[in-house]
């Protein structure tokens, strides 16, 4: 792990307070770019819609600013309906794109004052845009029956969300010299990177229960299909419940560790099923019905998994025990808040549904108890101790010549040494008799 915080380049300096044209013209792509992309996309899909139900385009300018907001999980309210659980999938999207963009900005010379500037720019974009959406829906709502959302509201999720995607684009590239700088310790850094490897295996884990549980439910899945009016009917409610899957996996995530996904008053976690409406999408076919079953509390391995992968894999990055097990320990820690923020973002109200999702604080502890119990112990157990020895080296042996400098120590990570260069032995080298040669006629006359 050491060499990803090495580096060739020598240490940044500062850059004096200057807004070049060239990158004032980035920062105008890193700013609109994403906010483009997306409107664009989502206009195009409106009009088709619309176009394809044979409706008028009356209130487009509002529906396309709806979904500006509702790509930022803002709750909206269509009619008398409460729509606070938006889909992930498009919100996952949009983070893509803006830290891809912020990314493509900056590289590992940056200044902070560069970065700061990127961040901004990548926040202030989509702000003066969503400002524009606010005004477009209280003009259309006396057209649609579309209420006005919470300027808050709205402000702090776009805030939210660019903010997280212009961070993580730009910490891509900068990481490195943000951790010397501020001199995080070694274990800090391995969980925060076996962190990542500990949620992906989650989600893959859960995803895996979700896909079973729909090829378990397929009748259902196919009836709710059926029931859509015509092929653009059907296809609308398929790709709705493929911007859900994401919610449904958290939840589903949730019921592995142990707590419960709830809609409304109904709710299933391993231990039981407590019957209610549900709502009519696809998706949600994977929410089973019936008692429980016997062998549901065998999805616990999931999160067990999960905590001995990732103590093997700070284990694999450190020379020490003790440093990888509180490296481990971190990292469930960074998972559990994770966790808890997923289930909050994923879940909302929905009409007379009331609230679904996963309960977010007992997630995040459900999450964060498993691996802390598990990795550290895993960690510790399959870890090494520190990579020196004592022993003196043998007397025939050539001692090697390292030709490259030491990279520098971070404590309690393991290093990649760079190879050495060994002298050649002593056997190798070919003696030489000095031989008097015979003068010649005329040295000998000289």
Known sequence: MSALLESSTPPRTENPPRLTPDLGRRLLVVAFRPAVVTLTMVAALIVVTLVAANSDLTGTAGAISATWLALHQVPLTIGS???????????????????????H??????????????????????????????????????????????????????????????TAG?????????????DIPSWAVAAALASRGALRRFAIGSAIVTGVSLLAAWSTVRDLLSTSDGFV???????LSIAYL??????????????????GAASVNLFGVIGGPVPGLPVMAA?????????????????????????????????????????????????????AVLAFVSGGTLGSFGHIGAASLLFGALAFGW????????????????????????????????????????????????????????????????????????EGAD
Not at 170 to 182: F, I
Not at 329 to 335: K, L, N, R, S
Not at 437 to 442: E, G, T
Request: charged share 15%.
């Open 371 to 442: 691996l802390v119990m598990i990795a550290p112990a895993a960690a510790f157990v399959t870890g090494r101790g520190r990579a020196h020895s004592d022993e003196p080296a043998e007397a025939d042996e050539p001692s090697p010549v390292a030709v490259v400098a030491d990279p520098p120590a971070i404590e309690g990570v393991v290093v990649e040494e760079a190879p050495a260069v060994t002298a050649r032995p002593s056997d190798d080298i070919v003696d030489a008799e000095v031989v008097d040669l015979p003068k010649s006629d005329s």
């Open 246 to 263: 994401p919610n449904v996996v958290v939840g589903t995530a949730a019921v592995v560790s142990g707590g419960t996904f709830g809609i």
């Open 81 to 103: 309906t409460t729509i606070g659980i938006l889909p992930l999938l498009p919100t996952f999207g949009l983070l893509w794109l803006v830290a891809r963009a912020s990314n």
């Open 233 to 239: 009917g059907t296809l609308g409610i398929a790709v």
């Open 287 to 339: 929410v089973p019905t019936g008692t429980a079953q016997v062998w549901w509390p065998v999805l616990l391995v999931v999160p067990v998994i999960v905590g001995v992968q990732l103590g093997r894999e700070c284990a694999a990055t450190s020379t020490d025990r003790f440093v990888a097990a509180k490296a481990a320990a971190g990292a469930a820690g960074i998972v559990g808040v994770g966790a």
């Open 105 to 166: 900005v900056v590289d590992e010379n940056s200044s902070r004052r560069d970065v700061l500037y990127v961040v901004g720019a990548a926040v202030g974009g989509p702000l003066i845009v969503t400002i524009v959406c606010l005004a477009v829906i209280k003009d259309a709502s006396s057209v649609i029956s579309l209420s006005p959302p919470s300027t808050f509201a709205a402000i702090l999720w776009v805030v939210a969300v660019h903010l997280v995607g212009a």
């Open 170 to 182: 730009v910490a891509g590239k900068t990481w490195r010299h943000a951790v010397v700088a501020a």
